[in-house]
């Protein structure tokens, strides 16, 4: 008998065996179930929105790269990333804090300070959690938000809400997560401008909100890649995405620190937690007159080649990159 | 300088640190934050609980102790039974399962089978969640439910909300996870009656229901040891226990294979799930008599020895055990 590993079938072919296992039959309060950025709940006059994310020691951060207080941080701002995406409104977090007993207790108050520090900005609040013993540190957090509404009508953004003609945009720059990672790995100072885009992102809430608001009705964060995220916004809404490479909004600092790589970091490199958003080229006009050079429009939905996402240079060139993106499961190529 | 470990202040005084570092200023739509089996959040005329819990192998089981769907099913039936202890009705699931990327693909699918049992015995949704790469495997479950409510008025059992002369009662039988955890140790089959009780809790919702429904103000789940966790109850509601012996349930199986450790097993072996509550005795035996032998009366709460537990022999001497239950992060007695 041959045994299949979770690598052949990667973490999008586990997603959705859980999806096919769990899916059947849901009630009539699952608005949004398995695959979107957060799962969507009716209860009573509110729509609830549910996203979990882990960072785990060896894996999403090394001892060495990172202060634990920049991982508290993050281990949250990646769920506000997700929330952001569905435009809602952040409001209570469990937090799951797995580590082994010799821990010093300075490296957990750490984390709990920047995870403390994250919940301020963003106006939520640590409402619960579990401490567990494991064999390297991790950190998970399960965030409940909720959708904004109009007349009692959930202004909710969704991978599956982009329609054939939307411009395709996304918020702030591109490139300094992956090139941050870079730099510390070059031994750069956790302190240092790119160093900090990896370490301490900051999800475009406001603007996200501002968004759904305006009738924005599909988007996604920038997670593990923009080519790739972009892939499920396509699968979802059964389209396909024309970007123009020289419209991505690289980072400066990015383009200063490694110009022969720039535009693949931004591309591919993932971790930047900006929003990309697909609609009607008016709405995302009017967003930038509200939120001045909020978002940058990169290009557009199109009902051709759907499922799949082309990024096209100066001369109408594909451009071709060797991942689109993080797969956290897959077996990395060699 | 010293350095202190987390071992040192052991898993209570790792959740008070994060408690005093992120509990000030909270919102008004917070009713309960940390410190009691699920968090409290008014959501317009709704009442959330949320709650979370992880299983990590090496640390909560062996890879040979139980079956994957075992674990699947235990790693979300110990969150039902939060929801329980506050009397509250769960409504969806967000599961992260970490696992090396050898890992079988049956492994999980197993896994997942478990869990969906689990969903679908206590008529909850798995709506979401994230797939990450550890070197072991682990899941972890936040569950969100509901208060049951009547006018408006969540129906809450709490950890503070016992009453000095109030009756104290448990669900079932108690010892018997523990005793399976044993046999499984000593070779019995997964199949056997002790191991199913360790590997398969059923936290009995339906009995915690009625319960916040007849007016129980007070209660908690029987997770770390009933010792350990009446003594939550006593300090949360500054009061003390004093529990008889000869009156604690014992399951009969743990009696029948262990004669000579079965009370201590019962009394600080912890993970049975049950549920214990402290009301006035009539509301006890009004439960009883809708449930028939639902809750067995064990003890009274005291305005004596406030924050203690005692229990008593047929003599009326105090028994004394070497450990009150399970603190997952303290340094083991030797």
Request: proline share 7%; net charge negative.
């Amino acid at each position: 008998m041959t045994v299949v590993k979770i690598s052949e079938i990667g973490e999008f072919g586990l997603i959705g065996r859980l999806a096919a296992l769990v899916g059947d039959n849901p009630p009539a309060e699952l608005v949004i179930g398995i695959g979107d950025d957060c799962a969507v709940w009716q209860a009573g006059d509110q729509y609830l929105l549910g996203t979990t994310d882990t960072l785990v020691e060896g894996v999403h951060f090394l001892p060495g790269d990172a202060p634990w207080a920049d991982l508290g941080w993050k281990a949250l701002a990646v769920n506000v990333s997700d929330i952001a995406a569905m435009g809602g409104v952040p409001l209570f977090a469990l937090v799951t804090l797995a580590l082994p007993p010799e821990t010093p207790v300075d490296t957990a108050d750490a984390l709990y300070e920047g995870l403390s520090a994250c919940a301020r900005d963003y106006e939520l609040i640590v409402a619960g959690g579990d401490v567990v013993q494991a064999p390297q540190i991790s950190v998970t957090v399960a965030l409940i938000g909720r959708a904004q509404t109009r007349d009692g009508v959930p202004l909710l953004m969704r991978r599956d809400g982009a329609r054939a003609g939307d411009v395709i945009a996304v918020t702030g720059h591109l490139g300094a997560s992956a090139a941050g990672l870079r730099a510390l790995r070059g031994g750069a100072s956790p302190d240092d401008p790119l160093p900090r885009a990896h370490l301490r992102p900051d999800p475009p809430l406001a603007i996200a909100q501002a968004a759904a608001r305006l009738g924005v009705t599909c988007a996604i964060d920038i997670s593990d890649g923009l080519v790739q995220d972009i892939g499920h916004v396509c699968r979802a809404s059964r389209l396909g995405a024309v970007l123009l490479a020289t419209d991505i909004p690289v980072s400066p600092e990015t383009t200063a620190a490694y110009p022969d790589d720039a535009l693949r970091l931004a591309a591919t490199g993932g971790e930047d937690y900006q929003i990309l958003l697909a609609s009607a080229a008016g709405v995302i006009a009017a967003l930038n007159e509200l939120h001045p050079e909020a978002v940058t429009v990169i290009g557009n939905m199109s009902d051709r080649r759907r499922g799949s996402v082309s990024i096209l240079d100066r001369t109408g060139a594909e451009i071709k990159f060797p991942s689109p993106g993080w797969d956290h499961l897959a077996r990395k190529p060699e």
